[in-house]
């Protein structure tokens, strides 16, 4: 016979699943018991609310969280973008959703910060990096580069793009001007 998964693991892959897809607001706790095959109630001895729930898929991934590594070079800035983009995409970071979530729950609010804040300092060491190495130019105008930054977060992190923009080629067009 084989050997059954831990039924709290299935239960956090399933939530993590089911956030990455639909956001935290769109999943039940029914939703989440009927993808693992168990009852509501043998999923509440689990995790008592939803939120619980929550807390725990994040702290898992955070245990696997690394802080983005500055960019020395433009090759290493596009792959930088690449790995920011593409763990939204891939739901790795389910915030979209979790606002209210974030309000009621420390814990997430301290884990958001520690990302939002790690994602800014490492963007910009990377314009430091890249201003040394002559790549970019000085900024032109007082608090240029702290806009682009705040500007390259909402791109990262929220993906604020009008229509179905490509948000790799609007970081670039950021950069672009910038460039020696």
Not at 17 to 25: E, I, K, R, V
Not at 133 to 162: S, Y
């Amino acid at each position: 016979m084989p050997v059954r998964k831990d039924i709290k693991q299935q239960i956090l892959e399933a939530a993590r699943t089911q956030f990455a897809a639909n956001g935290y607001n769109a999943v039940s706790m029914r939703a989440i018991a009927d993808a693992v095959g168990i009852s509501v109630g043998n999923l509440t001895y689990h995790f008592r609310r939803k939120e619980d729930l929550a807390e725990a898929v994040l702290a898992q991934q955070m245990e696997n969280y690394k802080k983005p590594e500055p960019a020395t070079t433009l090759v290493d800035l596009n792959d930088f973008f690449m790995r920011i983009l593409n763990q939204q995409e891939e739901g790795d970071d389910f915030w979209s959703g979790v606002g209210k979530l974030a309000e009621a729950s420390p814990a997430v609010m301290e884990m958001r910060q520690r990302q939002l804040m790690d994602l800014k300092e490492a963007l910009e060491e990377t314009f430091r990096n890249l201003r040394n190495a002559g790549l970019i130019k000085r900024d032109a105008f007082p608090d240029q580069t702290p806009c682009l930054v705040e500007i390259m977060m909402a791109l990262c992190v929220n993906g604020t793009v009008i229509g179905e923009m490509d948000r790799l080629k609007c970081l670039w067009s950021l950069i672009y001007p910038i460039l020696r």
